[in-house]
Structure formats: C-alpha cells, structure tokens
C-alpha cells in the first residue's frame, strides 16, 4: 500500500512540472508588461521611467524565458510565491485567506450531488423503463443542460428575492457565525452541485443496471435474499466504482465551476480571487492559483485511485508492488 502511494505521488511531480511551466509561459506572453502593471498609473509618468526599468531588471524581466521560470520555480518550492501586484500582500497568505471558503463549497456541493444521486439513480436502475426513471432521467438532462450561472441567478431570484428565505450573496465565515455560513452556502453549494449530482446519476443508473443483470446477482435472489440486501450490499459496491472514477474526474470540472458560482454569489474564496487577478492582470496571483487548483485535482485522483484499489480487489496486487 505504502509504495503504490509513494508512486503514484512521484508520478504527480512531472504532472505539476508541465503545468507550472505551461501557466507561467502563457501569461509571459500574454500582452502587457508586468513590471508596469505592479507600479500602476505612476508607470505612464516620464519622470518615472527609471524606475520602471529597475523594476523590469528587479522582476528578472530583462532574462529569457526559461530563466525567469527556473527561478519563478525556485521560489515556489521554497514556498515562496511571489506578492500581489495588486495590493502588495503576499500571494500566499492571499490564497490562503481564500481557500477554506472555496473548500467548503467543493465540500458542499459534493455532499448535494451525492445526497441526490445515490439514491435516484438506485431506484431509477431498479425501476429502469418506468415512470419514475423516465422522470429522473428527464430531470438529468436539464441538469446537464442548465448554465450554471442561470440556474444560480434564478435560485437566488426565488429563494432570496421572492421568498427571501436565505440571502442572495456573501461569505461568513464557517468560525464566526456556523449558523448564517450554512445559509449562505446553501444556493451557491446547490448551484455547483446540481451538474455534478446530475452526472453521477447518469452513471451510476447504467453502471446498476449492468451489475443488476449479471450472474451472481441472480444467484443471491435465487437463494432467497431480500431484494434490498442484494442491491446495497452486493450490486451497489460493484456500482460504485466506475462513478468514482467519475466522481475523481467530474471534480476538475467542479474547481473550474467555482470561479462562475463565486462570483454570482459573491463568495469570497479562490475562484473569486481568481477571476479578480485575472482581470486587475495580477500574475502573480494567477499563477498560484492555477497551480494550487492543478494540486488539488490530482490529489484528488491520487484519492480516487487509493479507493479505487480497495474496492476493485481486481488492482489490489497492485498495492504491494
């Protein structure tokens, strides 16, 4: 078990390599001079054009490419991510600031998207053709097919607007007030969860209807078990681990939705701040979240992998070698 992971963790380090170099090469090139962009409107000043180009020369501005990278990654394994052009502060402590907000609604809407899919798409498996699966299986093509953004400014138009029963936008913090942090929560955790819970649906109904109609689902009916016996614990084990895979993979999409949600209900976490680099042209801020959302996703299919190997005993071997 212990060297499975240990290798699957070395396999992560070319994986975060290529996509350091590839988000630092893309916004080098991207129109713009960075140094300008850190002094501001006083960059435009004739008087301060001295200045500016020991800023360039300060920045490593004045090297090639590939060294202004070796360096750029230097820093970052030391931890140290450059500051704000924006506002001065640390990038880090930025980033961090951000991240629990971002956490938690990741959090949450995966905690929706299970609590929806796991049990419509059991009983639409086990119903398959009837009414109720040709219900839920309409209900996941419109969850499939709804923007984010859409469904997040109508859910804030009928639950704050007309029934004002949670607010429309805003962060408190999960520490200060538990309370108002989960009614916050609610709307943009249920707008970024509704894809998702849509999607796992979809396979695990396909993925239960396969192992319902194999042989030893048959043999356990046939020696008289329960109906719910044989589906939770024979046929669903087996059900689920394609939809982890799934799960693992959906969850890269998950990160990148989070920067829309936040932003329509003014939720103060990574994809906010994201976004906001992005249009104050904040390199430095981008470039550390692009990278720490690329390490999120691949530790969570470096999870997804670990769960897999127990619940497929067919890759199990593969844990000792």
């Given at each position: 078990?212990?060297?499975?992971?240990?290798?699957?963790?070395?396999?992560?380090?070319?994986?975060?390599?290529?996509?350091?170099?590839?988000?630092?090469?893309?916004?080098?090139?991207?129109?713009?001079?960075?140094?300008?962009?850190?002094?501001?409107?006083?960059?435009?000043?004739?008087?301060?054009?001295?200045?500016?180009?020991?800023?360039?020369?300060?920045?490593?501005?004045?090297?090639?490419?590939?060294?202004?990278?070796?360096?750029?990654?230097?820093?970052?394994?030391?931890?140290?991510?450059?500051?704000?052009?924006?506002?001065?502060?640390?990038?880090?402590?930025?980033?961090?600031?951000?991240?629990?907000?971002?956490?938690?609604?990741?959090?949450?809407?995966?905690?929706?998207?299970?609590?929806?899919?796991?049990?419509?798409?059991?009983?639409?498996?086990?119903?398959?053709?009837?009414?109720?699966?040709?219900?839920?299986?309409?209900?996941?093509?419109?969850?499939?097919?709804?923007?984010?953004?859409?469904?997040?400014?109508?859910?804030?138009?009928?639950?704050?607007?007309?029934?004002?029963?949670?607010?429309?936008?805003?962060?408190?913090?999960?520490?200060?007030?538990?309370?108002?942090?989960?009614?916050?929560?609610?709307?943009?955790?249920?707008?970024?969860?509704?894809?998702?819970?849509?999607?796992?649906?979809?396979?695990?109904?396909?993925?239960?209807?396969?192992?319902?109609?194999?042989?030893?689902?048959?043999?356990?009916?046939?020696?008289?078990?329960?109906?719910?016996?044989?589906?939770?614990?024979?046929?669903?084990?087996?059900?689920?681990?394609?939809?982890?895979?799934?799960?693992?993979?959906?969850?890269?999409?998950?990160?990148?939705?989070?920067?829309?949600?936040?932003?329509?209900?003014?939720?103060?976490?990574?994809?906010?701040?994201?976004?906001?680099?992005?249009?104050?042209?904040?390199?430095?801020?981008?470039?550390?979240?692009?990278l720490f959302i690329a390490l999120g996703l691949v530790l969570v299919n470096l999870l997804v992998d670990i769960?897999?190997?127990?619940?497929?005993?067919?890759?199990?071997?593969?844990?000792?070698?």
């Amino acid at each position: 078990m212990g060297t499975f992971v240990l290798r699957r963790i070395l396999e992560l380090i070319p994986t975060l390599l290529i996509i350091s170099a590839i988000v630092f090469g893309l916004l080098r090139l991207a129109p713009g001079d960075p140094a300008a962009m850190k002094m501001g409107r006083e960059a435009a000043l004739p008087e301060n054009q001295i200045r500016l180009e020991e800023l360039r020369l300060e920045m490593g501005l004045d090297k090639p490419i590939v060294v202004q990278y070796v360096y750029w990654l230097g820093d970052v394994v030391t931890g140290d991510f450059g500051e704000s052009n924006r506002s001065g502060r640390s990038v880090l402590d930025l980033f961090t600031s951000r991240l629990p907000a971002t956490i938690q609604l990741v959090l949450g809407a995966t905690g929706i998207a299970l609590l929806v899919s796991l049990p419509v798409g059991i009983v639409s498996a086990i119903h398959r053709g009837s009414k109720i699966d040709r219900l839920s299986m309409s209900l996941v093509s419109a969850g499939l097919a709804i923007p984010s953004f859409w469904l997040g400014l109508i859910l804030i138009l009928i639950f704050s607007v007309r029934l004002g029963w949670l607010p429309p936008s805003g962060y408190a913090p999960l520490l200060e007030d538990p309370a108002e942090n989960l009614r916050r929560l609610l709307l943009p955790a249920a707008t970024l969860g509704v894809y998702l819970a849509a999607t796992l649906t979809r396979f695990l109904r396909a993925d239960m209807i396969e192992v319902l109609a194999t042989d030893y689902i048959r043999t356990a009916r046939a020696k008289g078990l329960r109906e719910r016996h044989v589906v939770m614990k024979h046929a669903l084990k087996n059900g689920l681990i394609p939809v982890l895979t799934i799960t693992g993979l959906e969850l890269g999409a998950l990160l990148g939705g989070t920067v829309i949600v936040e932003q329509v209900f003014g939720w103060s976490g990574v994809g906010w701040l994201t976004l906001q680099a992005v249009a104050d042209r904040d390199y430095p801020v981008v470039q550390a979240s692009v990278l720490f959302i690329a390490l999120g996703l691949v530790l969570v299919n470096l999870l997804v992998d670990i769960l897999y190997g127990y619940l497929n005993p067919r890759v199990r071997p593969g844990f000792g070698g």
